[in-house]
């Protein structure tokens, strides 16, 4: 139970990745605040929890609008008391090669990956130097290396990580460590629903020297790390959960 009495706020916990993380932050005892644009979604993630016994409160949230973003940090602290924990997983994917990409595409992936996060930190950061202590752990991608077809996405998932090196250094004297999780290809329900699902996974195989495709546990596992006091001289990191593959 290395997350007793810790209060944590998951951002796109209502699907995939986002929804693995804060299962597993509630069964090891942390009370979670599940955010999510889809609010059935939130819904049914803070029932699963609920009904395995853990503690969950779900506030519908787009991270890249301020007043969404107060608000569940409000209502965070108005149920839980206080914050500890901040997973900033709520991300987007809007392919196309560069000549292609409208202006759209390029914001809202920005939006989502990179100011939801930013946003997130600054409103939790307040009450977390309060307090003297936080965690805050952001989703990146191996997709910042460099991806054809993802120049939005890309760059967010960089400014991810220039967002993660800066608050650890700014924040490191108020006992708060900010790093980053870079996962690989995953295999969430979304992916699953792909029309090109089973030759993806073949490929992916093939490129990674762990042979397999990434599972939501695996990402979580380094999340939890990072998230718990066993990282605690640890910040302004990047965890690859990546098999291996870094092309
Ligand atoms: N799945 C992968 O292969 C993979 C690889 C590398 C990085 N990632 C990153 O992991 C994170 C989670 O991805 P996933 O694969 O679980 O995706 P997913 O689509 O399964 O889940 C993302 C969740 O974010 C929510 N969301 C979308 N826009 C939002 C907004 N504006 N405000 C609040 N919530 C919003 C969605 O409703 C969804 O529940 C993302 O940041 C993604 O970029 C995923």
Redesign the pocket.
């Known amino acids: 139970m290395r997350f007793e009495n810790k209060v944590a706020i998951v ?10 993380v804060a299962k597993r932050l509630a069964k090891e005892g942390a009370s979670v605040v599940i ?4 609010p059935a ?2 819904k049914y993630t803070e029932e699963e929890i609920v009904e395995s016994g853990g503690n969950a409160l779900s506030i ?6 301020k007043e ?1 973003v107060m608000n569940v940090v409000q209502e965070a602290l108005n149920v839980f008391g206080k914050i500890d924990i901040l997973v ?6 809007k392919d196309s090669k560069i000549t292609e990409m409208t202006e759209e595409d390029w914001d809202n992936v920005v ?3 990179l100011k ?1 996060s930013f946003l997130f930190a600054k409103y939790t950061a307040e009450h977390m130097i309060e307090q003297s202590y936080g965690k805050i752990v952001n ?5 910042y290396l460099g991806n054809p077809g993802q120049a939005n ?1 890309s760059s967010a ?1 960089s400014g ?1 990580l220039g967002l993660t090196k800066s608050l650890a250094k700014e924040l490191g004297k108020f006992n708060i460590t900010v790093n980053a999780v ?10 699953k629903e792909h029309p090109k699902y089973e030759r993806i996974k073949e490929l992916q195989k093939k490129d990674t020297p762990i042979q397999r495709i ?1 599972l ?1 546990e695996d ?1 979580a596992n380094a999340v939890l790390f990072f998230a718990s006091n066993e990282s605690s001289y640890i910040s302004g990191d990047v965890l690859h ?1 990546t098999g291996g593959r870094f092309g």
């Open positions: 951002t796109g916990s209502g699907n995939g990745i986002g929804k693995e955010t999510d644009i889809n979604n939130c519908p949230a787009d991270v890249s609008k969404d900033n997983n709520a991300g987007i994917v939006d989502i990956c939801g989703i990146a991608s191996r997709a996405y998932k991810v870079a996962p690989g290809l995953i295999e969430t329900n979304a992916l990434g939501p990402v959960v």
